[in-house]
Structure formats: C-alpha cells, structure tokens
C-alpha cells in the first residue's frame, strides 16, 4: 500500500489550495478513505472521509462548510479542496486508509508521507 500526497504549500488567508493523493496497492474503489492533518505540537486529528462511491462524506466542524473532500475511483485518487483557508489550517496534511489483514483480521491504518500547509500573510 503506497498513499503519496500533493499540492500542498503556502496560501494566504481567506486563499485555497487543493491536496491530491494518490493511491496504490490496494483496490481503492472499494474503501473509505480519510484526511487527517497535524499541526506542530498537537496530536493528529481527523478532517474529513470519503465514502468508497464518493457520495457520502464527513468533516470536521473545524472544517466543515471551508474544505470539501471528493475522489476519482477510475484514477484511484482522492482529493482535499481547501477554501477561505485560515492560520489555524496550518498543519501537515495526510491522507489515510484502513485495510484489515490476518487471521483473524486485524485493522492497519496506512498513512502517506504528508504533505505540508502553510497559512501566512
């Protein structure tokens, strides 16, 4: 399983920016997939997760009604559209995956390396 992100970078406030991630290695149509992101000196925390159809998602409250999570099963690639971007949605960024394995199964949580968002005037 690899999950390599993208796009990230600096943006002013009240500016966007878009994360992409590319998935391999597992059969990306048919699971839920996640955003996470952490910021220096707090723990990870959730964003937003995409149904494996695309057609449910939730957020965040912190993010809710700003950021919108979509995804392209044909590309296996998902998506983080960023707007009205605030110093607080400055963080390292991941996108995320459970798979289950083993017997008996067991969850394995699969990360990408992170892709960094600066917010700054």
């Known amino acids: 399983v690899q999950l390599v992100e993208s796009g990230g970078g600096l943006a002013q406030p009240a500016g966007s920016l878009r994360l992409s991630c590319a998935a391999t290695g597992f059969t990306f149509s048919n699971h839920v997939m996640g955003w996470f992101r952490q910021a220096p000196g707090k723990e990870r925390e959730f964003v937003g997760s995409?149904?494996?159809?695309?057609?449910?998602?939730y957020y965040a409250d912190s993010v809710k009604g700003r950021f919108t999570i979509s995804r392209e099963n044909a590309k296996n690639m998902m998506y983080l559209q960023m707007n009205s971007l605030q110093p607080e949605d400055t963080a390292v960024y991941y996108c995320?995956?459970?798979?289950?394995?083993?017997?008996?199964?067991?969850?394995?949580?699969?990360w990408g390396q992170g892709s960094q968002v600066t917010v700054s005037s």
């Open positions: 995409i149904s494996w159809s695309g057609g449910t998602t």
């Open positions: 995320s995956y459970t798979g289950w394995s083993g017997d008996p199964p067991a969850p394995k949580t699969y």
